[in-house]
Structure formats: structure tokens, C-alpha cells
């Protein structure tokens, strides 16, 4: 049986996943919470404050891209071993819409899963009531390391 | 007489470039200053706080990207017309080192300067007292937009 | 009536595109043809050759990239006004897997288009038989030039 | 004593360089020398041809983009232990003045050497008689494989 990107995770890797994110100082300061964990596929929510804008009232590119890059993140660490971890090696994004709305939801998933490297699709979008607006793609390279878990 | 990148700005310049910062909630919520802002080039300090971290305690990626990215971005700007404003079209980072340090600094420098689209070579370095290490490098597009000044 | 992408184009439009691309002499050096021309998204197909190979005998990615560079250039150029002429600002692309394959087709496909800028997702298929293999993907900025067509 | 980057590389490491490059069969159907190899930096030259053009008769960002790639992946190679290889992970370009020149210089340069990772910086500068412009720069990621040389 082999499982499929989106597919149901278990709750051990549920758990290691959300636990690791808790850890993330960044994420709680900027408000951010995971929404979804799924098997190479991971959401994270953001609702808008004043405290995340750039110069003109929108979300600042910073806080889109810190969410999608946790997000890209976790969706390839679902598909880690135990006792690895995971590591940011690069990532690209093109802003294409004026980041606002009631909140962002970056989602990460993984389009090539392999032993060292992981390659991740980004995508965030500005939600304001029932309308999604696409507001940033991305790619990410993420690595794979043997060793202290999260 | 042509202006090169790296010198000084005028007055007006340097006021307008730190007045739209002092607009970036995000960059107040984070501790992050505008510790120099030359013609085409910004430099961005943030300190450490555990409020920036990822699960491994050093700094995230998204705050790496976030003063990256308003570093570009004003180095940009010093360059742009009155009655304008700037913004990330895209970017991409690298990150070659772990982010650690007394404080991060981000480097934005303009390597392209057109009437429409400008390029930034993007770097941030951790600082640990007298050691500076190489923790990002990237690359950036900005647009010039006609119109609403920031 | 609002045109999605990879609707029809008109037979103009269709010719126009295929008229410029006639004349970028690298497609006819590496053997490369436009194989389908729709409202925002186009193919590009480059046969095997040995003249196309790196050192391990797969296609090299600066075949892949010319490729995917070209599709998605003309996926913007069809959505352009008459008198402009298209140019990339930059691209970036993740090499998947190894690009074998008695073919590769690119696809670019237009995913936000703007009066001045259009960004497009990259992608690259090995095709052997009936399998098709994912082995690049990327993205690109590209910018409408008003004037000289092509 | 520890190389530092742009060092005289062993006579060795040179002759490996370059019979990996003499088997990329893409570098001789371009038309492209290897003229540099250097300790993490190497540069390779492309004569302007009619069959290297885009359709306003510019060097096509393909070709750009093959001599980058090459010039970064064999700069990495030149720091791989024997009976390794090197495969691109991913790069990106942004192509900042038309590509035109009685030829182009890509410049590839180790910027992070890692055990599994290297990344580089890519530089293209289109050369007409003493005049060199910057035409374009990118950066790169390279894996080392064990195994199979070249």
C-alpha cells in the first residue's frame, strides 16, 4: 500500500508534527496555528493584525513567506523517519496579489519526496469571508537530517 | 555626476525610506531596525528574542526573509521617484548557514536599477560579537509603482 | 465573455506565436517544436539526441530550461496585446528527477497575468512510450515590452 | 592549510573537470569552452552563433541559462572527492540586460561547500571587444552523489 500525498496521517506523526510546530517561537508571536496535517500536505492559518503589515496595511511578504515556509516544512517532515528532522534549503516565491484579507492560509506540498531532499509547491491565499484570492506560489527545498528530532 | 551605490542619500531620501518603514507593523512586532539606508542599499538588524525561533531555536526562516525582503525592498526605494512606491514582484533565498547570532543583519543592494523593475541581491548575516556569519543569500525583483508614496 | 486559459486562441494569435518563435534560432539548433498554442499556456517538444546530453547522458538541464523558458514566454506572449513583444525577467526551476525520455515537453502555463508583468508555472515532462515522468518545474516572470513585436 | 575559492586547482581535479565537461554533449552542439577551472570556480565561454538567438536576435535565455549551470555544477565538482557526482538540485536566474556580446562568460562560484549540498552564485557577462555588461545572475544548488564519476 502506498500512500498518496493528502492522504490521512497517524496520530503518532499528527502529534511529532504539531509538537514540532509549537516549538516554533515565530509562529506563536505572529498568531500563526496549524490548520491541517496531512501526509505531505500541511495548512497554516494566519488572521490579520496590524502587527503584520507592510507599509500600506497589507501582510508584509515576511509573514507570507514564514508561513509558507513552516508549511512546506512539516508537509515534507509527515514523510520523515523517526528521529530525523527537517532543514530549510531554499525557497522562491512570486508575490502575485496584494496580500490581504481576514487571514492567510499558506498551504505546503510535497511534489518529489526523496531520501536527502524534498521538494514542496507553496501557495497562500488571502481569505476574506467566502473569497480565496491567490496571493503568493512558491517552491521549497527542504533536506532531510539523521538525527535530533523536530 | 552619477551616483553609485553605496552613497550617501540626501535628507529627504533617508527620511522617506525610514517614514515608510516606521509603517511596516511587521518590522515594530518583530524588534527589527533600519540601522543604515544609502543610496541602494539598506541594512536591517534583528535582534534575537525567543519569539523569533524555529523549532530548533535558531532563528526562522521567515524572519530571515522578512528583513531580507524589507532590506531589498528600500534599497529599491532609495532609487525610486517621488510619488511612488515599491513592491516585491518575487524572491529567493538560500539558506547556507544555521541563522544564530547576538542579532541577524540583512544587506539589500541593488544590482539593477530599470525605470519599471529593479533586481537586489539580498544577504543576511548572523552576528555574534565580533563574528559575522554568512546565514542567507538571495535574490529579489521589485516593481516601481506610479502613484501612492511607500 | 472572459477567456480562460488554455481556451482556443484565434488563428492570429496562434500565428503570431509561432512566427516568433520560428525565429529563435536556438529552438531550430536543438531540434525543439511548438506543439500546442492555447490562450495562456504552451507546449514545447524537444526530441532525444545525443547533441542534447550532460555528462551522464541525460538531457541537460540547460535543454530543459531553454525549453521551459520558451513555453512559458509564449504563454505570456499569447495573452499580449498586438505591438509588444514579450521578454523574461527571471526564472527559476527545480530538476526533479533525471530528464530521460524519447522527449521532453515543457508546458508553460500563464498563472496571473498583469498589464506589465505575467507569471507563469514551468513544467517538464520525460516522455518514453506512454509514460511520462515529472522532471522539472519552476516558475517565471515575464514583462510586456510596449513596440517592436515579436 | 585550507584552498580558498579562485585557488590553482591539481592538475588531477583540472583533467577530471574537463573530461566531465568534453562528455556533455550539449556544451559542443552550443559551442561552448570550458575556459577556467579554477579551486570552486569555473568559467565557461559561448561564441555568438545565429543558431544561440532568441526571436530579436539576443543570445535565447536557454543558452544563458545551459552555460550558468554548467559553469556552477563543474565549479562544485572541482571540490567533490573522487568517485562522486554532481547533479543540480535547482537554480534560479534573473536576466537583468539583453544577452548580446561577441560572446558570453558564465561564472560559476562556490559560495557554501557542504558534505551534501554546495551552493553557488552564477554570473553571465556578455563581452564585446573590452566591454563586459552583466547580463545575468542566478544561484544554484548542487547535490553530491557517491558513486558513478563525473
Redesign the interface.
Known amino acids: 500500500m502506498h500512500m498518496q500525498i493528502g492522504d490521512d496521517v497517524s496520530p503518532k506523526i499528527a502529534t511529532r508534527t504539531r509538537d ?2 509549537a ?8 498568531g500563526a496555528e496549524m490548520t491541517e496535517v496531512r501526509n505531505g500536505l500541511v495548512s497554516i492559518r494566519l488572521p490579520f ?8 496595511g497589507y501582510f ?4 507570507t ?3 509558507a ?2 508549511a512546506g516544512g512539516y508537509a515534507a517532515f509527515t514523510l520523515f523517519p523517526e528521529e530525523s ?1 527537517v ?11 496584494p496580500a490581504q484579507g481576514d487571514y492567510l492560509e499558506a498551504i505546503g506540498r510535497v ?2 519526496h526523496g531520501r ?2 524534498t ?1 514542496c ?1 507553496l501557495d497562500v491565499w488571502g481569505v476574506t469571508g467566502e473569497v480565496r484570492k ?1 496571493v503568493a ?3 521549497q ?1 527542504l ?1 532531510c537530517i539523521q538525527g ?1 528530532t ?1
Not at 508584509?60 to 509573514?63: F, I, M, N, Q, V
Open positions: 514540532s510546530f516549538k516554533q517561537g515565530l509562529m506563536a508571536h505572529l493584525r496590524p502587527e503584520l503589515t507592510q507599509q500600506h508584509h511578504a515576511g509573514g513567506s514564514a508561513i515556509d513552516s528532522s532543514l530549510t534549503v531554499e525557497f522562491k516565491v512570486n508575490l502575485i496579489n511534489i518529489k536527502t531532499l521538494i509547491k491567490h506560489t512558491g517552491m527545498t533536506i535530533p523536530g
